[in-house]
């Protein structure tokens, strides 16, 4: 590839740069989001149907493992996005370049070495996830595929921050899309096959694969400054790597500990069986904030972006606490209308979901889905402060959490006088919850943002639809002890189906500002008149 590099304008609306942006990358991403949970929805029940519980377990417990394996090369995304999102505003793009072929010069021979590290001492790791004798085979099998699709997704995952960097979020969740469709497809195939959680790894492999491939094609035809290679490195893009990077390294270790610190110590103290019963428990709630942790991806290049293009004007701190506010508020409505069907009526969305009664299953889905709305609510503030180049506030989240937890995990041990599931993830969960009022605390004082400015802005509209879920749940949990599975699962989707239409009601005329409704209405016929021209006004 040649040197030359197209002459671009330099934008001069930074702000309304990004305004633009947002609203498409949400939108694509909600909808993206919702594909992703349906998708989700039907898949652990399946599964369970042809693989036991312990299974399902050392299918957990290999993504576990990935995850920690992961962390040796997770700080480069975070470097990725945030520097690449702020070469962009200021057209610095030899240094967006240098920045990608460092990154890969670094990250691939590296992940092949950790490979090779997890091969070599398999026997080892077999120990540490305590792995039954009957499901060995299986485990080596599958573990290794997932570790090696893990890191050669992580080393080559540039191209997609890439993308997000530049405020094309919204091209990345089409390549997510078709990437999870075809997964979902091939889990259904394999695993009605016969392959069981062989057939999880080999579906996951070819997502990956497609998500890389694609990833790579977009990027070279969207980016028209993108150069990679050798010759592109730099020494200062590997300090940056490196600085940045290894402030984001050492957050994702205690990220990846706390949200899998449950599974964890289930396993280690429980059983492999303790980590399916967690997995099932966890499942609907992570899904549910899996929609508004989209928001999330276009926070970090946002904020980042803003802090490129408007770093030391005055229009700088308001557009960063507008967005801060805006995206919180937004995130926290789009989770409390989720989480309150979780946390008030588990007992009847387990039993049509799994057709199987697992003890404390719905116990666990309850404190699990407050303890994920009150970890987002903390999504907003860590993502800005990296995004303005202040990463380090994050570890007043996650110190505080971890010194909660030495103190609430063996206390739940003093008070059943034994080691359960259920005293496991109470305290778990109990550390996230306080620790993630500490966090939005303080990120608060830090943005000059009141108390009663956040409490009516953003966590009184997240606790709305639990008013009117606790209106159907009562019915539900009828409908789900006197009827049988599938009539109950009709009864439970017509009571959803009228919850949702009587929020939207609620919402808009009540809890959304006129400014706010007008924004969402203008961004709605925007995206609509894409499909329906029609639907558009002269």
Known sequence: MGDERPELEQPEDHAGTVRNALSHNIAAGTLAQIGYMVTRFFIPPFVLAHVTLEAYGLWSAAFILVAYIGISTMGLSGVYVKYIAEFSARREFDKANALISTGLCVSVPFCSI????????????????????ALRADAKEVVLLVVAVFLGSISLSVFHDALIGVQRSALVNGIWVVSYLVETVLIFGLVAAGRGIRGLAEAFLIR???????????????LPWLRFGPRYCSREALRTLLAFGGVVQLQSLLAVSLNSIERVLAGALVGIQGTGLLEISEKLPNMGVALPMGFLSSLIP????????????????ESVIKLYLKGARYMN????????????????????????HYEGAAYLMVIFTLANQSNLLTGPGTSILRGIGRP????????????????????????????????????????????????????????????????KSVLLPGFVPYLLAALVAWPAGLAATNLGRWQAAGCIAA??????????IVI???????????????????KLGQFLPGSKRA
């Open 508 to 526: 808009a005329r009540f809890v959304l500002e006129t400014g706010e409704r007008l924004w969402f209405q203008a961004v709605l016929q925007s």
């Open 208 to 222: 990956t694969l497609v998500d890389i491939l694609l990833s790579l094609v977009v990027s070279l035809r969207t």
């Open 114 to 133: 950790v490979f090779a590290a997890v091969w070599w001492f398999w026997p080892r790791v077999v120990d540490w996830l305590h792995i039954a004798p």
């Open 495 to 504: 009571l959803l189906a009228v919850y949702g239409i009587v929020l939207l």
């Open 333 to 356: 409505i789009v989770t409390g209308s989720i989480c309150a069907l979780f946390a008030l009526m588990p007992g009847a969305l387990l039993g049509v979901w799994i057709g199987k």
């Open 302 to 317: 946002a904020a980042s972006y803003l802090h490129g293009g408007l770093s030391g004007t005055p229009e700088q701190r």
């Open 392 to 455: 380090l506030e994050e570890f007043r989240y996650n110190i505080p959490n971890v010194i909660l937890l030495l103190l609430a995990v063996p206390l739940s041990y003093l008070i059943q006088g034994k080691w359960t599931v259920a005293g496991i993830g109470t305290a778990v969960a109990g550390s996230t919850i306080l620790a993630a009022l500490f966090f939005v605390n303080h990120a608060n004082r830090l943005l000059g943002i009141s108390t009663f400015r956040y409490v």
